[in-house]
């Protein structure tokens, strides 16, 4: 039945070198027989992109069904068009031989592969001549040569040559590349040799792997240090490592670099270290001076101890007539979202202590203080009723000014009120405040 339809196909495109319909070149693939082989190879300089495309898909979905002769000339077919390409033939046909080069592993000299790489003005073709290549086995007396060639390509400003270049000297791991030599290529100025370098490092757990990506920890370009960061969490000790030049590096760019790393390895600091980080977070925080980096870290590795840190420190500041202070204390947790519900309760009281009139809703501090208390009403498990009820840092008119407030904003935040309502007696108010809890429960319906 193949062999009839085949001469169909032939006989319809008698006089023309390109494909009547593209459909023809999947009918054609599935015919397992040389002559159907030879039209496919024969037609494909003069295919569309599509067509081309296609050709690689069906020959690879049928090559193991092909018999062997059909496989040898697909194969010396497409090992001659890579060696000796017509000057005519578009890119995306020399593309389909590489890509069956790769996916049926045919054999082609590298050096073949890597002129391509090197000389094509087509970033694609070139991504598929170092793709293809990565499947071959160089001589091992060509293997030196062949390396330094790919460093050079490391060197290229488009991803479509560096990150398979990377990945051949990564499948061409054998033999290694000396220690010596490794170092040495560290020392170049190509960002992804550098990373090449980094990765085979780790993988090696070189001794002087350590030291060496200590030392790009300050390289002035941002890739490299990111790289040489990320590298040496994954090596023994390297977090160590890593998290001591985040103590004493002097650069804030450099240390929050750092600990974008830092957080997303396994690493833990010795609590000494945390009560460090602590104390010059909130020495920062009083001179109106955020460390960011610090801020980081402590907010993913010590969210609790830091928010309990702040609030002590924040009570006692309110307690010494210093809302002011506090809030500049608190709020940078609670801007970058590392604050708990109870340091946002406590930033709530420290506005309402340093507002100047807290029966103006207008006031900015008394406004932000009921801002703050709103959204935490609407939180199931807080009791907030009873935290306000507790604070000490807050007597009964200051409870009844804060229900004022709290109370015109509906919702949940008129549950809360009503259980805070109940435990203010009118006795220890003066006579304006208790009129004002009046009118607050005749708002609440109680």
């Known amino acids: ?47 569309t992109w599509e067509e081309a ?52 592993k045919i054999e082609v000299v590298p050096e073949t592969l890597l002129h391509h790489a090197e000389s094509s003005d087509v970033p694609s073709l070139r991504r598929h001549a170092l793709a293809a290549l990565e499947v071959q086995a160089p001589e091992p007396s060509t293997i030196e040569d062949f390396r330094e060639r790919l460093y050079r390509l490391l060197s290229h400003d488009n991803r479509d040559v560096t990150e398979p270049a990377e990945d051949v000297l990564v499948a061409w791991a054998k033999p290694a590349v000396p220690a010596k ?81 830092l957080v997303q390895s396994s690493f833990e600091p010795e609590e000494k270290e945390i009560r460090t980080l602590r104390r010059r977070l909130a020495e920062g925080f009083l001179d109106q001076h955020i460390d960011h980096a610090i801020l980081q870290f402590l907010g993913v590795r010590d969210r609790q101890g830091l928010n309990g840190t702040m609030v002590r420190r924040a009570k006692k500041l309110i307690k010494d007539g210093q809302p002011n202070v506090a809030i500049h204390s608190l709020q940078p947790l609670v801007r970058f979202r590392h604050a708990t519900h109870d340091t946002r309760l406590l930033l709530a009281i420290a506005n309402f202590k340093a507002a100047e009139n807290t029966r103006d809703n207008k006031d900015s501090r008394y406004k932000r203080c009921i801002d703050i208390l709103s959204p935490l009403s609407r939180v199931h498990d807080l009791n907030l009723d009873q935290k306000i009820r507790r604070s000490k840092n807050l007597d009964s008119a200051d409870r009844v000014a804060i229900l004022r407030g709290l109370c015109q904003r509906g919702g949940m935040e008129k549950r809360i009120c009503r259980l805070i309502v109940e435990q203010v007696h009118e006795e220890d108010l003066n006579e304006k405040d208790a009129s004002t809890l009046n009118q607050i429960k005749v708002i609440l319906g109680v």
């Open 1 to 47: 039945v193949g062999g009839a339809a085949l001469e169909e196909i032939e006989r319809c495109h008698q006089g023309q070198d390109a494909w009547r319909n593209g459909a023809y070149i999947k009918a054609v693939a599935g015919i397992h027989q040389v002559r159907a082989v030879r039209m496919l190879m024969g037609r494909l300089p003069y295919t």
């Open 53 to 104: 495309r296609g050709t690689s898909l069906f020959v690879a979905e049928h090559f193991d069904r092909y018999p062997k002769g059909a496989k040898k000339f697909l194969e010396s077919a497409i090992r001659k068009m890579i060696a000796d390409p017509p000057e005519d033939l578009p890119p995306y046909c020399l593309i389909t031989c590489l890509k069956l080069v790769r996916r049926l």
């Open 181 to 261: 030599e490794l170092r040495a290529l560290a020392t170049r100025n190509n960002a992804n040799l550098k990373d090449y370098v980094f990765g085979e490092l780790a993988r090696r757990k070189d001794k002087h792997a350590t030291p060496i990506l200590k030392d790009h920890l300050s390289h002035p370009l941002r890739r490299v240090r990111h790289s040489a960061a990320r590298t040496l969490v994954q090596i023994k000790n390297g977090a160590r490592v890593l998290f001591d030049e985040f103590m004493q590096s002097e650069d804030t760019n450099h240390r929050r670099e750092f600990v974008e790393v």
